[in-house]
């Protein structure tokens, strides 16, 4: 069975970090670009960041420019999301996903073949 489980989410203070896994089981994460989105409540589904399957490149949503870096570990079949300086307005269940492209596609639901079931990140003082 192909799964991809999140794990690292939680409650943090604004300006704190969390760090984000997405970790692949049935499958090997290698030859799919990976990408993190996020739902806040009442807004829709929108891209944060993705890396290509190879590492070498990484995009991401302007507003997370900066604070917010991609990474994988293929060996461990992995991929990490770390973010810094949290903002109340990235409050959001966040969602990895696997692309069978090697480069990121656009920030479509349907661009993206293998879904997590979300973990929440909760920025509040």
């Known amino acids: 069975q192909l799964q991809l489980v999140e794990s690292g989410g939680g409650l943090v203070q604004p300006g704190g970090s969390l760090r984000l896994s997405c970790a692949a089981s049935g499958f090997t994460l290698d030859g799919y670009a990976i990408g993190w989105f996020r739902q806040a409540p009442g807004k829709e589904l929108e891209g944060v960041s993705c890396?290509?399957?190879?590492?070498?490149?990484?995009n991401y949503l302007d507003s997370v420019k900066g604070r917010f870096t991609i990474s994988r570990d293929n060996a461990k079949n992995t991929v990490y999301l770390q973010m810094n300086s949290l903002k109340p307005e990235d409050t959001a269940v966040y969602y990895c996903a696997a692309s069978t492209s090697s480069l990121c596609p656009e920030y479509s639901r349907y661009e993206y073949n293998y879904w997590g079931q979300g973990i929440q990140v909760i920025v509040s003082s």
């Open positions: 890396i290509s399957s190879r590492g070498d490149s990484t």
